[in-house]
């Protein structure tokens, strides 16, 4: 209700009313009073509408704990490292660890995927796009379409666009890459013009102190997608179907030597590429040496007779 006071009466305790007229030289002046809990609101409401708004999640580009198993830590930049939790947020700037026999898995809101093996120190920038590599193993899936990233260690950087690979990398030892759809480039750190373009179904090694790159080698990407770990011990990959359309265009014949593991000594012409190498364990990928020529370009075997048949009358 409006009431309209003397002249000097707005600040008298009679003024203490709501919705009071009060004149001042001459003109009505509306003077409003609210109690306290209505004003404690309304002064809430202006500060949300006139301050910043903060984000609704603490770390932007912060990727989501998809898997867990058995040993995996979160080591945030400032703090301890704590026991990693499924559907926990990892934030940019924070690893993950795997111990022993270990895995995980983090998944981003545009459904890049990054799968580490044991063994293995990884954290990311850019909403995982931009990652570092200080140990082990990961499956790296960046969707299609979405702006590619990179992959970063001490001696090579991998740069990809759409693409599903799987790196390894041993600290001061070597680093394997597979690529498993789209495409990717790796590239020495230490040595300008040294890179090598790799598309689906190739692999390559880079051995420790390397100066030059090697060319890239084929391999099976159906055994690959039916014995890594990587694979096989999670759930289905987004672009499994790109993959398998991958495979069906490998021309056929002989399977391809697949390469030395990346932390340990060759275990013969047949050989895993996968997370084995680092922790023992891993899958097997059948090959051929590439030292060994193939089938029909062997030379014949000498059949000269040896000391014990000769004058044997033959």
Known sequence: MNTLLPSGACCSPTANKANALCPVKGFRTRVTFMNAPLLRITIAIAAAVTLPSRPLVATPGAARVTQIVRDVKVLPEDAAARAAALNDKVGEGEAVRTGDASRSELTFPDLTISRLGANTIYSFDKAGRDVQLTNGSLLLRVPKGSGGG????????????????????????????????????????????????????????????????????????????????????????????????????????ERIYQGQPVGGQSRGPSIGIGIGGLFGGGSRVGGRDPRRPPRGQRPPPDRRPNDQNSGSGR
């Open 150 to 253: 990179n992959i970063r260690t001490e001696p090579v950087t991998v740069a990809v666009t759409g693409t599903t690979l799987i790196f390894e990398h041993a600290r001061g030892g070597r680093s394997k890459l597979v690529v498993l759809e789209g495409g990717a480039r790796l590239s020495l750190r230490k040595v300008s013009g040294q890179s090598r373009d790799l598309r689906a179904g190739q692999m390559l090694e880079v051995p420790a102190g390397a100066t030059t790159l090697g060319m890239p080698v084929d391999i099976d990407l159906d055994e690959v997608m039916k014995t890594h770990p990587l694979v096989t011990k999670f759930r289905p990959l987004p672009s499994r179907e790109l993959i398998a359309e991958a495979a069906r265009d490998q021309a056929n014949g």
